[in-house]
């Protein structure tokens, strides 16, 4: 047991990873120049405020304290019953740990839809409240024994629907409160740094691993016969390292052949898109599918994904970074999938949907009913219908109140500056960061460019 512990600190590690650099980096280079600072940090204040509220609250909202599932119904947990972990082993601590770098990387996520346009203050108290009142219940009623897992058990391996569809419909919902950028449809908006995007799609890929085989903690069923521990956590441990990594090689491969037939161009930020597409589409069924099933899952969200993220210029959605036309989308396809390529022939299987032991159940394709597709899209709408409630309510409220928006002049100008105080790149002597004094700095510069 020593070396499982080992593991899901390194698991941990891994999946913060995913969050900075990662994602910042990811997102960082599809922005334009002037807000490339801010964009990562919304991914580094994500960090911190979902971080310390998840320790203060988090843990007991969504998991009772315990991880262990109660199955006694409930909508949500209380928060005081284990307030700033009162009562919580210190040996449990990884486990709230682990818990804790998915609520940091789901909020994170929404970011990229409203990237280049938003106050930075108006951000931390959306996430602070979209964690506590969507994530949590989510979290709790998929994974840890509330309503939808007492009645409607849904299989989540890793956070199809809790991380994926979660932030996808809340991204959705606050690109369309907040509106389109300046310039919309008619600038060009493109990435200024795709190397930083591919190298923050790298450091994903990597820390996916940590995503995805590191959700043994919840689910293996080793845990529950000590006997078996090692036969049953090498096989479920590497049926999830595989079907993660083929479903991502197939997603990247679907998405450059879409862009070949539409565009004619196979390009980089494509393959950084379709890599992030397959792990997306993975996630919730990487433990409970075949390899031939992981591969077909992760072609599907590759082209798919392709196809919806072109889709929003029809709509005139200013999804900045994709987050719907990937997320949300790709985390649909994998739940969905579940109901027709779940099998309980792979190691995890689709026993750990019924973990109260009701039933277990196999895919359309391996022979069984449409009961576990009922399953899963019911996750699906429920996950949709708080996520977006909640996203809806918080984003009026602050649209009616302190406002999300910097001006227009700040906007074409530059959000980096006019919300930090800084610059990414000093292309010229006297601006961008210096030390300490990058606000002062910052301000001579803009102050000879008006003169």
Not at 32 to 42: E, H, P, Q, T
Not at 242 to 249: I, K, L, R, S
Request: aromatic letters at 12%.
């Amino acid at each position: 047991m020593d070396g499982y512990y080992a593991w899901m600190i390194v698991a941990t590690a891994f999946v913060l990873m995913m969050t900075t650099p990662a994602l910042a980096l990811f997102y960082g280079g599809m922005t334009r120049s002037k807000s490339v600072l801010n964009m990562m940090m919304m991914s580094y204040t994500a960090m911190g405020v979902v971080g310390i509220i998840f320790v203060l609250y988090g843990w007991s909202m969504g998991w009772g304290g315990n991880g262990a599932g109660n199955l006694n119904g409930d909508l949500i947990a209380s928060p005081f019953h284990m307030f700033a972990l009162k009562n919580v082993s210190e040996g449990n601590y990884i486990y709230v740990l682990f818990q804790l770098t998915f609520a940091v990387i789901t909020a994170a996520l929404i970011s990229g839809s409203i990237a280049d346009r938003v106050k930075l203050s108006a951000w931390i108290i959306f996430i602070a409240g979209w964690i506590t009142f969507a994530y949590f219940p989510i979290a709790h009623n998929v994974w840890a024994g509330g309503w939808m897992y007492h009645h409607w058990p849904n299989l989540d391996y890793a956070g199809g629907t809790v991380v994926h569809i979660n932030a996808g419909v809340a991204g959705l919902v606050l690109a369309m409160i907040i509106g389109r950028r300046v310039g919309f449809m008619k600038d060009p908006m493109k990435p200024h740094n795709l190397t930083l995007t591919m190298i923050g799609a790298g450091l994903l890929w990597t820390g996916w691993y940590g995503f995805n085989v590191g959700s043994i903690v919840f689910t293996a069923n080793s845990l529950k016969n000590p006997a078996s521990f090692s036969a049953q956590f090498y096989a479920e441990t590497g049926v999830t390292f595989m079907n993660t990594t083929v479903a991502t090689m197939a997603a990247m491969l679907a998405w450059l052949l879409i862009e070949r037939l539409v565009h004619g161009k196979a390009t980089s930020l494509g393959a950084a898109s379709g890599v992030v597409a397959g792990l997306v589409a993975i996630t919730p069924s990487c433990g409970a599918v075949s390899t031939g099933g992981a591969i077909i899952i992760g072609a599907l969200a590759g082209g798919i994904c392709a196809v919806a993220v072109g889709a929003k210029f029809k709509f005139r959605l200013d999804d900045s970074l994709d987050v719907v036309g990937v997320h949300l989308v790709g985390g649909i396809i994998g739940a969905l999938m579940i109901g027709l390529l779940g099998t309980t022939k792979s190691p995890q299987g689709v026993d750990g949907l019924f973990a109260n032991g009701s039933s277990t159940m196999n895919g359309l394709f391996y022979g069984g009913d449409a009961t576990l597709l009922a399953h899963q899209a019911i996750g699906v709408l429920f996950t949709i219908v708080i996520s977006g409630t909640v996203a809806a309510v918080l984003g009026l409220l602050i649209k009616y109140t302190i406002g999300w928006r910097v001006t227009e002049e700040e906007e074409i100008d530059g959000i980096d500056f006019a919300e930090h105080g800084e610059t990414a790149y000093d292309l010229a002597s006297g601006s961008g960061s210096f030390g300490g004094t990058s606000v002062l700095a910052g301000a001579v510069a803009k102050e000879g460019a008006h003169a």
